[in-house]
C-alpha cells in the first residue's frame, strides 16, 4: 500500500513538472513572436544611373562637405570645367543648359560658373545630369541639362543647421553655412546664408631658347610668374511653398550671390640675344573681378489627375 501510495505521488510530480513546462514553452513561443520586428531604412548610393542620365545624391554625403557646388559639379561624372575658358562640357558635348530646381538659368556661362562657385554644396539635395530630359522640362539646345536640386527639409515645426568647415592648401580656406526651414501643413519658408574663402597662388617657370634672325641670331629666355589669386563668395538664398488647395501650390525663390576675386600677378623675364644684346622685363598685374548675380522665380503648379 506504502509503494502504491509513493508511486501515484511520483506520478503527480511528473504531471505537474510536464504542464508547468508546457506553460513556459508556449509563454516563450509568443514572446517570440510579439518580438519579430523588421526595421527597413533605405541608403541612396551617391551616383545613380536613370533613363534619363544620372543623378548625384549630394546630400549627407561626403561630396558636400566643405565644398562649393561647381567643385561638386566637376567631380560628377561626365563632367568636365574649363575655368580658363569658361565652359561646362556633358558627355564631351558643349551648350549643356544649366537649371535650377528645374528652372532654367538664362546667363552667361561665366556668370554661372562664378554663381556656383560662391554656393554652397550643403544647399544641393541632389544634382542630375540628363542627356535625355524628360518633356516636363523646358530645355534649350541638344548637348543635355544640369539641373541642380535644392535641399528642402519638410521636418514640421523650425529647424537649422550650421556648419563651418577649414582647411590650409598652399593658403587659407574656408566655408561657413547657415540654413533655417519654417514648415507648416499649408506653408514652407526657408533660407540660406553660405560664405567662402580661398586664397591660393601659384608660380610658373619657363627656359626656352629660340632663333630670331630679326634680333640677330639665337636667343635664350627665362620666364617667372606668381600669382595670388583670393576667392570670396557669399551665398543667399530664400524661398516658400504655399499649398492652396489640395491639388494646386504656390512657390518662388530668390538665389543672390556676390563675388569677390583679387589677382595680383609678378611677371620676370630675361631676353639673351647671342652674342651680346641682354633685355629683361618686368610687370605686376592687379586685377579685381566684382560680381553680383540675381536669380528669381514665381511658379503655379496644380495636379490635374492621378500621375499629371
Request: aromatic residues 6%.
Given at each position: 500500500?506504502?509503494?502504491?501510495?509513493?508511486?501515484?505521488?511520483?506520478?503527480?510530480?511528473?504531471?505537474?513538472?510536464?504542464?508547468?513546462?508546457?506553460?513556459?514553452?508556449?509563454?516563450?513561443?509568443?514572446?517570440?513572436?510579439?518580438?519579430?520586428?523588421?526595421?527597413?531604412?533605405?541608403?541612396?548610393?551617391?551616383?545613380?544611373?536613370?533613363?534619363?542620365?544620372?543623378?548625384?545624391?549630394?546630400?549627407?554625403?561626403?561630396?558636400?562637405?566643405?565644398?562649393?557646388?561647381?567643385?561638386?559639379?566637376?567631380?560628377?561624372?561626365?563632367?568636365?570645367?574649363?575655368?580658363?575658358?569658361?565652359?561646362?562640357?556633358?558627355?564631351?558635348?558643349?551648350?549643356?543648359?544649366?537649371?535650377?530646381?528645374?528652372?532654367?538659368?538664362?546667363?552667361?556661362?561665366s556668370e554661372v560658373m562664378?554663381?556656383?562657385?560662391?554656393?554652397?554644396?550643403?544647399?544641393?539635395?541632389?544634382?542630375?545630369?540628363?542627356?535625355?530630359?524628360?518633356?516636363?522640362?523646358?530645355?534649350?539646345?541638344?548637348?543635355?541639362?544640369?539641373?541642380?536640386?535644392?535641399?528642402?527639409?519638410?521636418?514640421?515645426?523650425?529647424?537649422?543647421?550650421?556648419?563651418?568647415?577649414?582647411?590650409?592648401?598652399?593658403?587659407?580656406?574656408?566655408?561657413?553655412?547657415?540654413?533655417?526651414?519654417?514648415?507648416?501643413?499649408?506653408?514652407?519658408?526657408?533660407?540660406?546664408?553660405?560664405?567662402?574663402?580661398?586664397?591660393?597662388?601659384?608660380?610658373?617657370?619657363?627656359?626656352?631658347?629660340?632663333?630670331?634672325?630679326?634680333?640677330?641670331?639665337?636667343?635664350?629666355?627665362?620666364?617667372?610668374?606668381?600669382?595670388?589669386?583670393?576667392?570670396?563668395?557669399?551665398?543667399?538664398?530664400?524661398?516658400?511653398?504655399?499649398?492652396?488647395?489640395?491639388?494646386?501650390?504656390?512657390?518662388?525663390?530668390?538665389?543672390?550671390?556676390?563675388?569677390?576675386?583679387?589677382?595680383?600677378?609678378?611677371?620676370?623675364?630675361?631676353?639673351?640675344v647671342l652674342p651680346d644684346?641682354?633685355?629683361?622685363?618686368?610687370?605686376?598685374?592687379?586685377?579685381?573681378?566684382?560680381?553680383?548675380?540675381?536669380?528669381?522665380?514665381?511658379?503655379?503648379?496644380?495636379?490635374?489627375?492621378?500621375?499629371?
Open positions: 500500500m506504502k509503494h502504491a501510495f509513493l508511486t501515484i505521488l511520483l506520478g503527480l510530480s511528473l504531471l505537474s513538472a510536464w504542464s508547468q513546462r508546457g506553460k513556459i514553452d508556449t509563454t516563450g513561443l509568443k514572446d517570440t513572436v510579439q518580438m519579430q520586428v523588421a526595421v527597413v531604412r533605405g541608403v541612396k548610393p551617391p551616383v545613380q544611373q536613370t533613363a534619363a542620365g544620372i543623378v548625384v545624391n549630394v546630400a549627407n554625403t561626403i561630396l558636400s562637405r566643405g565644398s562649393t557646388v561647381l567643385e561638386v559639379l566637376e567631380r560628377s561624372p561626365g563632367i568636365i570645367i574649363d575655368r580658363r575658358n569658361n565652359n561646362i562640357t556633358l558627355n564631351g558635348k558643349e551648350g549643356v543648359m544649366i537649371m535650377l530646381d528645374g528652372r532654367l538659368m538664362r546667363m552667361p556661362v562664378t554663381l556656383l562657385q560662391g554656393m554652397s554644396a550643403d544647399d544641393i539635395e541632389k544634382i542630375e545630369l540628363l542627356t535625355t530630359p524628360p518633356s516636363k522640362y523646358d530645355a534649350e539646345g541638344s548637348a543635355g541639362l544640369i539641373n541642380i536640386i535644392l535641399k528642402k527639409d519638410r521636418r514640421r515645426g523650425t529647424n537649422g543647421n550650421l556648419s563651418i568647415t577649414g582647411g590650409y592648401g598652399w593658403a587659407e580656406k574656408g566655408v561657413a553655412n547657415l540654413s533655417l526651414a519654417h514648415n507648416t501643413p499649408g506653408l514652407n519658408l526657408y533660407g540660406s546664408y553660405s560664405y567662402s574663402h580661398d586664397r591660393t597662388y601659384s608660380d610658373l617657370y619657363i627656359t626656352s631658347s629660340q632663333v630670331f634672325p630679326e634680333l640677330g641670331g639665337s636667343m635664350s629666355v627665362v620666364f617667372m610668374d606668381t600669382t595670388r589669386v583670393t576667392h570670396n563668395n557669399q551665398t543667399m538664398t530664400a524661398g516658400l511653398e504655399a499649398r492652396i488647395t489640395q491639388k494646386t501650390t504656390l512657390g518662388a525663390n530668390l538665389v543672390y550671390s556676390r563675388s569677390s576675386n583679387p589677382l595680383f600677378a609678378i611677371n620676370n623675364a630675361g631676353y639673351n644684346s641682354l633685355l629683361s622685363f618686368r610687370g605686376q598685374i592687379h586685377l579685381d573681378n566684382k560680381w553680383n548675380n540675381l536669380v528669381s522665380s514665381l511658379w503655379l503648379e496644380r495636379k490635374l489627375t492621378e500621375g499629371k
